[in-house]
T-cell receptor
């Protein structure tokens, strides 16, 4: 069964304290892996799409990486405005359907 | 300014009532989707449409219905058969089915 597991469920960091969020996946043939940011009461905002192991993408303080079994979202020197829930989703090559993880709630303390 | 709009932001449903959530996009995307989000759970797919006048059930379609008469619009009706409708509903669209999805701001449905 295709599955996406995100860890940790919640993470509290001090401003400037770098860390990584994990997205582990089991899928029969990965077509793509997506990262989204979601603020409370709002729709998810697209961040990155990764397609193959070894691929990396960056945007401001965020960097996403992909291996054959997991993806990491690295946050460098985070600021309070980076506080949000980060969602990971994978797309199976078999039917193109997208499966979402439950998300990691990130809180950056000033 | 292209994007996806959902209305209303909040919606209240009485027992036995059908309610319709609106989703409109001006991105010229062919595919549109409806998801339900509950606290502590991942997004779950209700219905999707790959093209106008065509739609398919997702993982939790029971108690919901949709239509796709125009490329820009994909309304979702929550029927009285949906016994636990309280949730945050998200509409998304993508250029083609399976491509990167972009989300609207969501509608929160509450039961009176």
């Amino acid at each position: 069964e295709d599955q996406v597991t995100q860890s940790p469920e919640a993470l509290r960091l001090q401003e400037g304290e770098s860390s990584s969020l994990n997205c582990s996946y089991t899928v029969s043939g990965l077509r793509g892996l997506f990262w989204y940011r979601q603020d409370p009461g709002k729709g998810p905002e697209f961040l990155f799409t990764l397609y193959s192991a070894g691929e990396e993408k960056e945007k401001e303080r965020l960097k996403a990486t992909l291996t054959k079994k997991e993806s990491f979202l690295h946050i460098t020197a985070p600021k309070p405005e980076d506080s949000a829930t980060y969602l990971c989703a994978v797309q199976a090559r078999r039917d193109d359907k997208i499966i979402f993880g439950k998300g990691t709630r990130l809180h950056i303390l000033p | 300014d292209g994007g996806i709009t959902q209305s209303p932001k909040y919606l209240f449903r009485k027992e036995g009532q059908n309610v319709t959530l609106s989703c409109e996009q001006n991105l010229n995307h062919d595919a549109m989707y409806w998801y339900r989000q509950d606290p502590g759970q991942g997004l779950r797919l209700i219905y999707y449409s790959q093209i106008v006048n065509d739609f398919q059930k997702g993982d939790i379609a029971e108690g919901y219905s949709v239509s796709r008469e125009k490329k820009e619009s994909f309304p979702l009706t929550v029927t009285s058969a949906q016994k636990n409708p309280t949730a945050f509903y998200l509409c998304a669209s993508s250029k083609g089915f399976g491509e990167t999805q972009y989300f609207g701001p969501g509608t929160r449905l509450l039961v009176l």
